[in-house]
């Protein structure tokens, strides 16, 4: 079994950089892909992206290439989702989620890191 | 990379089946049967619930179950329970460039 903690809520104002992370424990983290999904306020899910942690090997979301980053610490098992400069449509909670393989669903998820950005 | 469509909502009364339809295109629910379903009660993390169209993970009940057809896929919920009032949500492999996409959601109320 895969636990993932995600890092706590973050408010920051437009402009600013941020890093949260996903950090995993239990069986295999660092074989298998981490996907990170978006979910603006009263809104659905949106998948952004996805990275192996193995060879950070990273496939994005045409709505969200350029505007992320993704990157992995094996040494910690943990896992980061960036922004250079946030705007205020980044409000967002963020969830991480782990996944076997290209083809399999997100079987682990983490609880959410709830991004606020506002002046 | 569009969302797959979803009805906004859909409810029936304890004990009634619903359906939950999913409509996607020849680059994603047509091309594969890569389709799983994710449940999200509020303020909660998804779980998943069906994955490769029909598949349930150990632990979710018998009475949710998937299926396709073409580029839509389905979920059914018989005999609903309170509990099951949620957001479901489809979700579609769509390539190895960009992965997987996912369904508007449906509100499942239980009246």
């Known amino acids: 079994e895969v636990q993932l903690v995600q890092s706590e809520a973050e408010v920051k104002k437009p402009g600013e950089s941020l890093k949260i992370s996903c950090k995993g424990s239990g069986d295999r983290f660092t074989s298998r892909w981490i996907g990170w999904v978006r979910q603006m306020p009263g809104k659905g899910l949106e998948w952004m992206g996805i990275i192996r942690p193995d060879d950070s090997d990273s496939r994005y979301s045409p709505s969200f290439q350029g505007q992320v980053t993704f990157s992995v610490d094996k040494s910690i098992n943990t896992a980061y989702l960036e922004w250079s400069s946030l705007k205020a449509t980044d409000t967002a909670i963020y969830y991480c989620a782990s996944r076997y393989s290209a083809y399999d669903p997100f079987d682990y998820w983490g609880q959410g890191t709830l991004v606020t950005v506002s002046s | 990379q569009s969302a797959l469509t979803q009805p906004r909502s859909v409810s029936g009364s304890p004990g009634q089946s619903v359906t939950v339809s999913c409509t996607g295109t020849t680059s994603d629910i047509g091309a594969n049967n890569y389709v799983s379903w994710y449940q999200q009660h509020p303020g909660k993390a998804p779980k998943l619930l069906i994955y490769?169209?029909?598949r349930r993970p150990s632990g979710v009940p018998d009475r949710f179950s998937g299926s396709k057809s073409g580029n839509t896929a389905s979920l059914t919920i018989s005999g609903l329970q309170a509990e099951d009032e949620a957001d479901y949500y489809c979700c579609s492999y769509a390539g190895k460039y960009t992965f997987d996409v996912f369904g508007t959601g449906t509100q499942v109320t239980v009246l």
């Open positions: 490769d169209v029909t």
